[in-house]
């Protein structure tokens, strides 16, 4: 398989890649739009229904308040018309008395009727059967959207997945087949020439005792001088490229001799040229070296960051690594994007990529910490973490993370001198005195005065309420 064939199938992969992703994408867009529209279909309809019977209910007790009325009505006016008949009232009088009497009867029948027992009970019955049926099928529902919610779940993974498999292969690329077995052919042959090397060594050291011998012996030959020298004359000629790859010394031991132990050190001199390029340092490409594209890209996902639209700024810091892939500055945002778009996994190759780069970069490290918190990966987390706050001692946000680690490996103590820490270096940090609280709320035994205390620090800080935490702290 040549190397293009190589690149090949290595370009296909990635696009096989591609296209998990794209897929995974839109199984979350359209299983979580019909989750959504389910359940408010339903809590519309149960909605509606538990309206229309508490509107039947508002009606038969304003009937009931009718009926009361009419009754008394009634009443009133079978008395008028006893005492009428009684007292001699003129004919026109009765008969007018009669009449109202007569349809007062007749609205309180039909009052009665309408309010009849059996009717109501069967018309709220009913109502009250059909709004059962909407529960249940809402229940029913809800079952099913927390299985949706559970498949979501599982694709926003294998989306982070499938995130961090292409930014692996675009950012930390596996050599083909082809370029290993190159790697190999390297490795042998630089063996063989460290062989020769250390023979060239020995040589030389067997030709100085030589030399040494025969002064001692006060041998004087022209001849002897000719063939000693063409002994000493090196057996291996390197040209600058050779030489480059024998920058780094290799210890070589030429003496068995324990007791004496003398190391040669395998390294050519180098070109005049080369030696000025080694002098002068390689400095990690940071955000001064970005183009003006990319700094407005860049402006541009920060927007987007803040509107909490991450998928977009995601999108905007892709483009630049790009064109920036060793950019340690790019990466590193990427990475924090990607944390905060639900995709550790693919954060964690962005934000190992930058170390790489740049070690001593705090931000890259406390981000790749808590990328690793986000995975559960609290080992990792937690040695991540420590570094990034051992080059940046005032990192509140790594203490803070580094008391979530400890706390979930069961370290409490050590938890809360991280957490107090971060508050320490950041007293209006919302996020560290909501943790304090949650570790304060479930000690054994709980520390609830403190666990309210720092609580209500958090909510006033901008951390929203919590319901599960304000339950353990009544």
């Not at 690149?7 to 990635?14: D, P, R, T, V």
């Not at 030589?210 to 000629?237: D, M, R």
């Not at 580094?402 to 209006?428: F, T, Y």
């Not at 520390?447 to 702290?473: F, M």
């Amino acid at each position: 398989q040549s190397l293009a064939e190589a690149n090949k199938s290595s370009s296909a992969e990635m696009a096989t890649i591609q296209s998990k992703l794209a897929q995974a994408e839109s199984q979350i867009a359209a299983a979580t739009k019909q989750a959504s529209e389910a359940e408010a279909k339903l809590a519309s309809k149960s909605e509606i229904e538990t309206q229309s019977l508490e509107d039947e209910k508002a009606r038969a007790k304003a009937a009931a308040a009718e009926l009361a009325a009419l009754k008394t009505e009634n009443s009133r006016l079978e008395k008028l018309l006893e005492s009428a008949k009684a007292g001699g009232a003129d004919k026109s009088e009765i008969e007018r008395l009669t009449k109202e009497n007569a349809a007062m009867t007749a609205k309180l029948t039909d009052a009665e009727k309408r309010l009849s027992t059996e009717g109501r009970e069967i018309a709220v019955t009913a109502l009250q059967s059909e709004l059962n049926s909407v529960n249940d099928k809402l229940l029913e529902t809800q079952g099913q959207i927390a299985i949706r919610e559970k498949r979501i779940e599982e694709l926003i993974a294998q989306l982070d997945q499938t995130s961090a498999d292409l930014a692996r292969l675009k950012l930390l690329p596996e050599p083909s087949a082809d370029e290993k077995k190159l790697l190999a052919e390297n490795d042998t042959l630089r063996a063989i020439i460290l062989r020769q090397i250390k023979m060239q060594n020995l040589r030389d050291e067997a030709l100085l005792n030589l030399e040494k011998e025969l002064a001692n012996l006060k041998v004087e030959s022209e001849t002897l001088n000719v063939q000693l020298a063409v002994l000493g004359s090196p057996v291996l000629e390197l040209n600058p490229e050779e030489r480059a790859l024998f920058k780094d010394p290799v210890a070589l031991l030429t003496d068995p001799d324990i007791n004496r132990m003398e190391v040669t050190m395998a390294i050519t001199k180098p070109t005049e040229g080369e030696a000025i390029q080694n002098i002068q340092p390689k400095v990690a490409q940071g955000a001064s070296d970005l183009s003006d594209v990319a700094r407005e890209n860049i402006r541009q996902a920060q927007q987007l960051f803040n509107q909490k639209n991450y998928a977009g700024a995601e999108k905007l810091y892709l483009e630049i690594v790009q064109n920036h892939p060793e950019n340690y500055f790019v990466l590193s945002n990427l990475g924090a994007v990607q944390i905060e778009a639900g995709k550790p996994a693919a954060a964690e190759v962005a934000l190992t990529k930058a170390i790489t780069i740049s070690p001593e970069d705090s931000f890259a490290q406390t981000h790749l910490g808590i990328a690793y918190s986000r995975q559960g990966q609290f080992d990792n987390a937690q040695e991540a973490l420590s570094k990034a706050i051992e080059l940046n001692p005032t990192d509140s946000v790594a203490y803070n993370y580094l008391g979530v680690c400890l706390a979930q490996k069961g370290d409490r103590n050590s938890s809360e001198v991280n957490l107090k820490k971060s508050i320490d270096l950041d007293p209006s940090y919302a996020n560290a005195h909501f943790n304090l609280a949650v570790l304060y709320a479930t000690g054994k035994p709980p520390s609830i005065e403190l666990a309210k205390q720092h609580y209500q620090l958090a909510t006033q800080l901008g951390a929203p309420p919590d319901a599960s935490l304000e339950q353990l702290i009544q």
